[in-house]
Every structure is written in C-alpha cells, then in structure tokens.
C-alpha cells in the first residue's frame, strides 16, 4: 500500500484508531468563546436583544400592539383551523402493524384524548414569535404503564442552553442550571442554529417597529388635540387695552365650553382649523410601520390588510407565501407531536417497536383530479364507475357514464334476423350484400376526393397539407365511420347469436 502524506508532509497511519471522529473538535471552548457568564450558560445572542440590552421577556410586551396581536393571531389561525389529525400505528416498511404498535398507538391516542390539544398547538406555535417553546410531559402511572396525563407550555424564560448547547432549567434567579431529565421536556425551536440554539425570535425584529409606531401614535394624539379642533380668532377694536384683550380671551375660552360669550362692539371672531396633509404624513408613517410587523410575522402584507394599492396578481402572491409560512408551522407541530410520539415509546414500549406517527390529513384536491381526468378522456381513457366512486366519493347509483350503454341503429333489421335466421351464413351473406352499396359508395367518393386533390395540387408539400385536411376531418361526421359502425355493430350481434346457439345445441 502506497504511503499517503498529510500537509506537513507526516506519513498518515490509517490503522490508528479514529478516536478523533467520534469526538467534536469545534467547540466554543477550543474557539476561545468568551461565554460573559460564571455559570456557563450561553448569553442569548439575538442581535436585536443584544443591542438595546434587554431580555426575551420584553417581547412579551410587543403583543399589546394591536398591529403585532392580529398577525400573530391569523398566522396561527391557519394551522388550528386545520382539524383533520391524527396518530397512525408506525410500521415497517413493507411489513403490516405489529400488536405492540397497534397497541401503543392506541393508548398514546386515549391520553390524548383528555389533554386540550388544540391549546397544545397554540403554544407550539408560538415558536416562531420567541424563538423556542418548552413543553413539559405529565405522567401518572395507571395500568402498569405510565400514562400521558397533560402537555404544559412553561415559561420559556426559565430554561436557557449551556456551552453544549444542551437545555437546562435555571429559574428566574439564573442561580443554578439543572440539565433537563430525559423524557419531560420536549422543545419546538424556530430556525435553531449552533450559534443561537435559542431560535429564531420574529417578535424581535417587531421592537424598532412597535417602538417607532407608539412614538408616532402619541405625537399624532398630541397633533390632533391641538390642531384636529378649530381655533376660535378674535379681532379686538383697534382702541383696546390689554385688559381689554385679555377679558375678551378669557370670555373665548369660555365660549368653548358654552358656546356663549360677551364681547365688546367692534369685535370680530373667527373659526379656523388646521389645512394641509400634516396629518396624512403621519398616518402614512404609521401605516409604514404597521406594514414592516406584517412583513417580518407574516412575510406579506396584503393578507393582513388592504390598502386598496394591491393588483390581484399581488394579492395571489402574497396568499401564496402565506400559504408556505402556514405549511412549515404545520410542519413545527407535527415534529413536535412525533417527538411526543417517540418519548411515549421510549417510556412504555421496547425498542423494537416503532413509536406512532402523527401527520395531517389533507383534503382530496378534486380540481386537480377533474384537470388530469380530463386530460386522459383527451388521449383516449374511457374511465369506469368505479374510478369515479373511489376517486369522487360517489355512489354509482347517483350517476351514469355519457355513451355507457349504446342503442341500436335505426336500421336494427339484420339484428333482429339473426335471432330467427336457421342458417347463419345465410344471414352473413344478407347483410353484407345490403351494406355492400354503401360501402363501395363511401369508398368511391373518399377515392374521388383523392384523385383530385392529385390532380390539383401544385406541388408534392401542397397535395400533402390536403391530403391531411381531408383525412383529418372528424371521424364522428364522416359517413364511412358510421358505416363502420353499423357494420361492427351487426357483427358483434351475430357473434353472440351464434355463440348462445352453439352453447344450447
């Protein structure tokens, strides 16, 4: 075996043992990470938090706002909308559901059944806004096994990650960090990366956002107040005092409250308000702001509001985005729910047996069924009732296929012969001799047809083009399918006859 050389030119041993590859060689500790905490916990490093020196509970707060409240609420309305779930026994692939499984699906199912999942799914769902959620598993032993009793969201402020980045339990105090026990907590985390285990938080890219929009609320109460309301304009007589001018201002202010005021002769007053697009300015910047939560919660914003500025090809797209956050909340839930699924097996079954697997059931999409039927009626499928009965949930006694049942030709005579005719070949030859002239009729005027479109085209490509218009022509309107049909049809009769004759004789 030829020597192989590392880049310093060493020769490399490849019968050593690998104990290098089963160990992580990047960590933070061989990085030199400076950690900033004595208990070994990593610091949460969400830049937005980071920045302004706050901590993950102030996003708590953002949820007051009423543009942050109503995104969050229709983003997770989507996924709790969607009722139609359920856990199947898990199996092999290509074997059929052992006892056990069938079993342990069926219990983790009855647990269920006692536990507000639908609260569950919200909580779980909250992953995307903070970053994590920490569900806590209760158990109660009951039967021999230890039963799934309640799934509790806690306060996701209480657990934080060490410099593994493992999750461990620290309080509020940050006193101590207990690594969580195996089989009680199960974590549904956003986007988690090695350098943030903590997650993805959307509600903190909101806080500049929330924070300009109140900003901008309270100067924009504070303008209405002062020039939403029309000013009450006094012109004094020229000969008057300050005195004057000061009773006549005094008896104005009055004026506000009833309306009634005395005012020297020579007096004049005036209402004026305010003119402009002062006030516009501000909703338009409001409305900026309101537009950036919706963009960072939802990823669109014309689902969240229209402002009337939206054309309907927008309108799809930003629903189909909507549609993409949806799916890959639905997809948080149902890894979170297999994951329960797989501590319930670890708990109450051996190893052997695999854990159940939640997913959703997705309506049947009976437009794409209609287009792809279609499509193959075009080439040529002729479906049965029961492809329609399955794919549709029909009854076939609620419908009947067009063309399903063929009646007989007007010109029904050669059938009814052949059920009196004692001599079949008598009656063969009969039938071709009354369709014989209609058949060499047909024949000659499709001959007729090609001779002069010979006759007539200039060219070897211009008899090619009519030559396909006219063999190209509907086969339902020409004459010579009929014909052809008519015959079939006589043959297919006679062969029947002839068959039930040959069986009874």
């Not at 969400?46 to 509970?57: I, M």
């Not at 009855?110 to 507000?116: C, K, N």
């Not at 020229?238 to 004026?255: E, G, Q």
Request: charged share 25%; net charge negative; proline share 5%.
């Amino acid at each position: 075996m030829p020597t192989i050389y590392d880049h310093k030119g060493d020769p490399i041993n490849f019968e050593a043992p690998a104990v290098d590859l089963t160990t992580e060689f990047a960590t933070r500790v061989a990085a030199g990470a400076d950690f900033g905490s004595f208990l070994g916990i990593l610091p949460d490093p969400d830049p937005v938090l980071r920045q302004r020196g706050e901590y993950s509970s102030v996003l708590e707060d953002l949820t007051a706002d009423d543009q942050v409240c109503m995104a969050m609420q229709n983003r997770k309305l989507r996924v709790l909308n969607k009722q139609d779930y359920d856990f199947s026994p898990g199996q092999a692939k290509g074997k059929d559901v052992s006892a056990q499984a069938a079993q342990l699906c069926d219990d983790l199912v009855a647990d269920l059944e006692a536990i507000p999942l639908r609260d569950v799914f919200s909580s779980m769902l909250d992953a995307p806004f903070f970053g994590l959620t920490v569900l806590e598993l209760i158990w109660e032993p009951r039967g021999g096994k230890l039963r799934l009793a309640d799934i509790v969201a806690k306060p996701r402020t209480w657990f934080a990650f060490d410099d593994r980045n493992k999750p461990v339990f620290c309080g509020n105090t940050l006193a101590d960090d207990i690594p969580l026990p195996t089989g009680k907590f199960v974590l549904v985390r956003h986007f988690p990366t090695f350098e943030n285990p903590y997650g993805l938080r959307l509600l903190s890219r909101c806080l500049w956002p929330v924070a300009f929009k109140r900003g901008g609320i309270e100067f924009l109460t504070r303008f209405c107040e002062k020039f939403g309301m029309p000013w009450v304009l006094a012109k004094a007589p020229r000969n008057a005092t300050r005195a004057d001018r000061m009773s006549m201002a005094s008896d104005l202010a009055a004026m506000v409250q009833d309306a009634v005021a005395v005012l020297p002769g020579g007096a004049e007053v005036d209402l004026a308000s305010a003119s402009g697009k002062a006030g516009d300015l501000h909703e338009g910047y409001l409305r900026r702001w309101d537009k950036a939560i919706s963009k960072v919660l939802m990823g669109q914003t014309l689902t969240a509001e229209m402002d009337g500025s939206g054309s309907r090809a927008a309108s799809e797209t930003h629903y189909s985005v909507g549609n993409d956050m949806a799916e890959a909340d639905q997809f948080l839930v149902t890894s979170a729910m297999n994951e329960i699924a797989l501590v319930y097996r670890n708990i109450n079954a051996p190893a052997g047996v695999i854990a159940p697997v939640f997913g959703y059931n997705e309506p049947e999409d009976y437009d794409a069924q209609a287009s792809l039927d279609t499509k193959l009626h075009g080439i040529g499928v002729r479906f049965k009732k029961s492809h329609f009965s399955r794919r549709y949930d029909l009854a076939e006694d609620e419908f009947d296929l067009e063309g399903e049942t063929e009646s007989l030709p007007a010109d029904h005579s050669a059938c009814i012969e052949f059920a009196n005719a004692q001599d079949a070949q008598d009656v063969v030859d009969r039938a071709v001799a009354d369709i014989m002239p209609q058949a060499v009729k047909a024949n000659a005027e499709i001959v007729s047809q090609i001779e002069k479109i010979v006759q007539s085209a200039e060219s070897f490509e211009d008899m090619q083009v009519m030559l396909a218009e006219l063999l190209g022509q509907d086969a339902e309107e020409s004459e010579l399918a009929d014909l052809v049909g008519r015959i079939m049809l006589n043959v297919q009769a006679f062969g029947t006859m002839a068959a039930q004759e040959e069986a009874d004789g």
